[in-house]
């Protein structure tokens, strides 16, 4: 550690040096780039020693299982995450649908360590952002706390809670397996309504109710098939119409 806090030092003391050679043509942009290369190489320097890496033991078993518990794969993705109000990339992570936790991987150690969700504010993986909401937060979805997909953002938003369960199949070469679910959440005037249908799509823009039927129907959409795509191109359609 005290090898670590030395390097830091002369890392950090080598930007400075930098900054104030160029102090006259600098300006504020080079000095916030200077700042960061310096955390981006800190933070390579501490490895498993920083703030991030340190937590419980992420253990999960699938045996006899048919699939996987985490979300669009089994495989360590790159992602980002902001953790105790720090702000993370690159970091090999995967999300377990089933625990609702996120792990990351120390690859020196080859240790997996399961983070506090309680300091994880946002994580972005495999393109999805997925937000915090924790139980004080204010009018909570019917789900519960957890980890939302924001997938429409605006003054208007649109989040899933995706979840996977074991169940048992019909045929026995698949009796178990990981089945996924999505509930989705419209959040209007502060306050988040489960949309699970067009009916209950259509009633939470009743005020425009009319336009929003037609726009539907001349799109073609189809909620039964893809809910994901119909609910995001409605209520971007709706908030236009509220501009």
Known sequence: MKQHFTCLVCLLYAFSFQVNAQSNAA???FYSQSV?????????VLGESSNLYNGAEYIYSSHGVKGHPFFATNQLQKGTVEYNGTKYPDVPM?????QDKLFITDTAMNFNIQLNSERIRY????????????ADSINMPSTGPGFYDLIYDGKLKVLVKRTKRVERAFK??????????????????NVYSQVDGKKSLF???????DKVRKYFRK???NFRKDPENAIILTTDYYAQLKN
């Open 203 to 209: 009633s939470l823009f009743k005020d425009e109710k």
């Open 27 to 29: 300006d504020s942009a």
């Open 123 to 134: 994580f972005v993986l495999n393109g999805h952002t997925f937000m915090s909401l924790q």
């Open 172 to 189: 026995a070469e698949d009796s178990v397996h990981y089945v996924q679910y999505s509930d989705f959440f419209i959040r209007k005037n």
């Open 36 to 44: 960061q290369q310096a955390v981006g190489l800190y933070m390579k």
């Open 219 to 221: 799109n073609k959409l």
């Open 94 to 98: 995967l999300y377990d649908l089933v």
